[in-house]
């Protein structure tokens, strides 16, 4: 489902509600001072006040995370070796 997400407003597999919430994140990201009171009528159409909240905040929080990865460079430079049940690190002998 969400190999489709980039085109979320074309695929059928979406309901209404989900991609009312992916336009909402979308516009959040790229356009925040754009979402008028006319967006937030069509999102308590289809979303009870308290998950626009619930849904806000989990964007707010995504975005800021994938920022806080970038500015520390923890997307590049952080490698993460996974240590098996033994307490040794995957794939050593």
Do not use: W
Not at 13 to 37: N, V
Not at 53 to 64: F, G, K, P, Q, S
Request: glycine residues 6%; negative net charge; aromatic residues 10%.
């Amino acid at each position: 489902m969400y190999a489709h997400v980039a085109e979320y407003r074309e695929h059928g597999d979406y309901s209404e509600r989900e991609k009312l919430a992916i336009e909402y994140a979308e516009r959040f990201a790229l356009e925040h001072l754009g979402i008028d009171d006319a967006f937030f009528s069509r999102l308590r159409e289809h979303f009870e006040d308290a998950e626009i909240l619930d849904l806000t905040i989990c964007v707010a929080d995504y975005l800021a995370f994938g920022r806080l990865t970038q500015v520390l460079k923890l997307d590049q430079e952080c490698s993460i070796n996974p240590v098996n049940a033994l307490g040794t690190e995957a794939g050593a002998p």
